[in-house]
């Protein structure tokens, strides 16, 4: 039972232009949402995160959308750079679980140059 | 301040065998978890310690056990090794249960 999902395993786009990465999840006890970014050999760095009371949180290049009826996000980077070349996961987790956070398969972004 | 540090790197042990990994959190974080990788399942919740108490476990057999010291230190046992526990274990801190994770570097673990 895959309660976080991201469907698209890889995603290309141009040095400058919008890198926009999705997330549905299924477990409406979710209510907090967080984005990582994850480069080879290395342990998942923390991005951003969005509480179910928002709809939307901005830091910097990115931004993340919360859209609770749908049971959707996603994370915009904007400009994208090479750099931003990395896995991205989407994880959630729910107030009562605490720390126990669900992760999604993740996506490969690839930002040409 | 130095992040969370996993001990060792890599390691390969044969099936049958039981190793101990082990995690150093960010200095004042009481919150520790670990996750497994794996190619087939992603990332997989394991277990979560704060100030010496499971306070959360996943769906994992009785074979993955961990402990935390006094002074927040985590280690995690599995015992019987299977060739299926082939994994990147990765350990993460934080101040507080909840919120966002600092991620160690995980270690390779490899069963022939």
């Known amino acids: 039972d895959q309660q976080v999902k991201q469907n698209s395993p890889s995603l290309s786009v141009q040095e400058g232009r919008i890198s926009i990465l999705n997330c549905d999840y299924t477990n409406s006890m979710f209510d907090y949402f967080l984005w990582y970014k994850k480069y080879p050999a290395e342990g998942p760095t923390f991005l951003i995160s969005?509480?179910?009371?928002?709809d939307k949180n901005e830091d910097g290049r990115f931004t993340v959308f919360l859209n609770k009826s749908a049971k959707h996000l996603s994370l915009h980077i904007v400009p994208s750079q090479p750099g931003d070349s990395a896995v991205y996961f989407c994880a959630a987790s729910e107030e009562t679980s605490g720390s126990r956070l669900t992760f999604g398969e993740g996506t490969q972004l690839t930002v040409n140059p | 301040k130095a992040g969370v540090t996993q001990t060792p790197r890599y390691l390969i042990k044969t099936r049958g065998q039981q190793v101990t990994l082990s995690c150093s959190p960010i200095?004042?974080?009481?919150?520790v978890s670990w996750y497994q990788q794996t190619p087939g399942q992603g990332l997989q919740f394991l277990f979560e310690?704060?100030?010496?108490?499971?306070?959360n476990k996943g769906n994992f057999p009785g074979r993955f056990s961990g402990r935390q010291f006094s002074n927040s230190r985590s280690e995690m046992n599995v015992s019987t090794l299977e060739l299926g526990d082939s994994a990147l274990y990765l350990c993460a801190s934080s101040s507080r249960t909840g919120g966002s994770y600092t991620f160690g570097s995980g270690t390779r673990l490899t069963v022939v």
């Open positions: 969005i509480s179910s009371i928002k």
């Open positions: 200095s004042g974080h009481r919150s």
């Open positions: 310690y704060f100030s010496e108490t499971q306070r």
